[in-house]
C-alpha cells in the first residue's frame, strides 16, 4: 500500500549544528504536511507544501517538495534547544486522509 | 486558533470496561479524525469523520467504534477494552477546504489494566 518512509529515526546534533529530516512516497503526493511534536506533547502543524518543487522557510526552517512530488524534506539551521522534538511529514491520501512518516527525533548533545 | 479538547488528559480502566473519549472542537471542522500513537508506531488512523453521522474505518478500527452525532463532537468508543488498546489517544479535526493542516488535542493516555 502506499507509505511514506521518512529517515533517520533519530539525529543527535549539538547544538548549533543543522538538522535534516527526509521523506520518501511509493506515490506521488497531492500535497505533504510537516508536524513538530514536542517531547510529551501533540503534534503542531508547521507547513503544508502542494506545487512540484516548492521551497518554503520559516525562520531557520526550510521546506522543500520534490520535483516529482515524491520527497520532501525539512532542514533546519543551527538548532536551538526549542527545536528539540520529533518532526513527521504526512502525505495527503484521497480527501481526507493523511499517510505519516515514522517521524525524526531530533536530539541536542548536552 | 481553533481549539481541540479532549476530555481526559490520563484513563485507567480495568479489561472488559467499555470505555468513551470524547473530543470537541470549536472551529467548525467538517473533518475529524482518531489516531493512536504507540511509540516505535507512529501515528495510525483509528476512524474519521468527514460528516455528521459519517464514519469510515481508518487502518486499525478493530475493537473501537465512533460516533458522531453534532458536528463539533467526535466520540471514540472501546467496547471492551483490553491492554493492548493501551496508548496514547489523539483527536484531530479539519477543515473541508482549509489550507492548514490538522488541529490535534492533548491526547488522552489510556492505561487498560
Known amino acids: 500500500g502506499q507509505q511514506v518512509m521518512q529517515i533517520p529515526q533519530y539525529q543527535h546534533v549539538q547544538e548549533g549544528e543543522d538538522f535534516t529530516t527526509y521523506c520518501n512516497s511509493s506515490t506521488t503526493l497531492s500535497n505533504i504536511q510537516w508536524y513538530k511534536q514536542r517531547p510529551g506533547g501533540h503534534p503542531v502543524f508547521l507547513i503544508q507544501?502542494?506545487?512540484s518543487g516548492e521551497v518554503k522557510k520559516q525562520k531557520r526552517l526550510t521546506f522543500q517538495f520534490g520535483e516529482a512530488k515524491k520527497n520532501s524534506s525539512l532542514h533546519i539551521t543551527a538548532t536551538q534547544t526549542t527545536d528539540v522534538g520529533t518532526y513527521f511529514c504526512?502525505?495527503?491520501?484521497?480527501?481526507?486522509?493523511?499517510?505519516w512518516g515514522a517521524g525524526t527525533k531530533l536530539i541536542i548533545k548536552p | 486558533d481553533v481549539k481541540v479538547t479532549q476530555s481526559s488528559r490520563y484513563l485507567v480502566k480495568r479489561t472488559g470496561e467499555k470505555v468513551f473519549l470524547e473530543c470537541v472542537q470549536d472551529?467548525?471542522?467538517?473533518?475529524m479524525f482518531w489516531y493512536r500513537q504507540d511509540p516505535g508506531l507512529g501515528l495510525r488512523l483509528i476512524y474519521f469523520s468527514y460528516d455528521v453521522k459519517m464514519k469510515e474505518k481508518g487502518d486499525i478500527p478493530e475493537g473501537y467504534s465512533v460516533s458522531r452525532e453534532k458536528k463539533e463532537r467526535f466520540s471514540l468508543i472501546l467496547e471492551s477494552a483490553s491492554t493492548n488498546q493501551t496508548s496514547m489517544y489523539l483527536c484531530?479535526?479539519?477543515?473541508?477546504?482549509?489550507?492548514?493542516?490538522?488541529?490535534f488535542g492533548s491526547g488522552t493516555r489510556l492505561t487498560v489494566v
Open positions: 472551529m467548525d471542522h467538517e473533518n
Open positions: 507544501l502542494v506545487k
Open positions: 504526512a502525505g495527503q491520501r484521497g480527501n481526507y486522509q493523511l499517510i
Open positions: 484531530a479535526s479539519r477543515g473541508g477546504l482549509s489550507n492548514y493542516g490538522y488541529t
